[in-house]
């Protein structure tokens, strides 16, 4: 294996991605809507309809706890008032919109990884390097999969930092990370970056545009959005074993596509498309 050209061309990949604005800003702004301000509006509006009401705080709380299951219901009780809704809502509620972090980075990079050398006028001399295809495939996928990590992994930790800020006036102590969002971030979120990738790569090279193929990869989303949606309405919560058999349902998917992207990439049919 060429392991210099390899990492010659992650080198490039990510360097592309820096001088980006189509890509670096979405990189920016998503992650910093998702685990800044949504958290905190959702907290600071749960506490101020508390203060509101405390009948009717209460009351809501009691309905919350009659909604979700079993399971979370005897996690929660284990808090008082307004601590019940800052655990659910920051600790279970967010934790499958935290998936679309590293979904969302390796899709916009690996849609950048083809289409953007092709836009850019500089995918036929990539084609025309010594590696392989299978090296070549490797390389694309290796530099979106190490950008998503490393975003995700500055993600975790500011999402920790200001959960534990906008929850300290009510918990008065440091509550999270828990071990769930520590299987999340360490188990799920590399496969969850794999998913994005491996799809969107499998799309990119069969498209013209970078908006087409990130456009398009962007259904990956929805298997997220019902993932809250189930979580909401009380049919499953993210427990720790729930969370390792996501994540290994989504490793084994990961696994089908690079399968099914190693069979299917020739660099022949991309050079035909310039």
Known sequence: MNSRAIRAVIRKDLSAVLRSKAVLIPLILVPLFLLVVVPAITVFAGGAASSASTTGASSDIAQLLSMVPEGLRTILNGYQGDQIWVVFATVYMFAPLFLVLPMMVSSVIAADSFVGERERK?????LHTPLTNW???LAKTLSAWLAALAVSLVGFVLYTVVVNLIGW?????VFFPNLMWMVLMFWVAPAAAGLGLGTT???SSRVNTFQEAYQTSGLIVIPIVALVIAQSVGVMYFSV???LLLGLGIWAIDVLLFWVGARTFKRDALITRL
């Open 241 to 243: 074993e729930l969370t």
């Open 169 to 173: 006036p009510t918990m008065g102590r």
């Open 122 to 126: 500089t995918l036929e001399a990539l």
């Open 135 to 137: 090296e070549l495939l």
């Open 201 to 203: 790569v499998l799309i």
